[in-house]
């Protein structure tokens, strides 16, 4: 009989281990998921240009009404030609890492 209480002891003994070490691995490529995407970058402010500062005025100068003909003039008073302006950078900061 104490042979049976001792083999059941190791096997339990055992299976700790194994929940022990399963749980350090996934902590561990947890936090390796977390840290890699920010390794290597720098947190730096965008450069605040003068038309950044345009376009941030003329969307604070929209109006709050809920209107139709105040959401066309505010939509004819929108300037959407250079939506397209910041893509170059963008494809060049996405290829360059």
């Known amino acids: ?21 399963t749980g350090i691995v996934v902590v561990a490529v947890l936090a390796g998921f977390y840290y890699w995407p920010n390794r290597g970058r720098q947190n730096t402010p965008p450069a605040n240009n003068a ?29 959407v030609d250079n939506l397209d302006k910041e893509t170059a950078d963008i494809l060049s900061e996405i290829n360059a890492n």
Do not use: F, H, R
């Not at 002891?9 to 194994?18: K, L, M, S, Y």
């Not at 345009?54 to 004819?76: G, P, R, T």
């Open 1 to 21: 009989m104490d042979e049976t209480t001792n083999n059941n002891n190791q096997e339990t003994g055992a299976g700790t281990w194994a929940w022990v070490v």
């Open 51 to 79: 038309e950044q500062s345009q376009q941030n005025d003329s969307a604070a100068a929209l109006s709050a009404s809920d209107e139709v003909s105040d959401i066309e003039a505010d939509l004819n008073n929108t300037n």
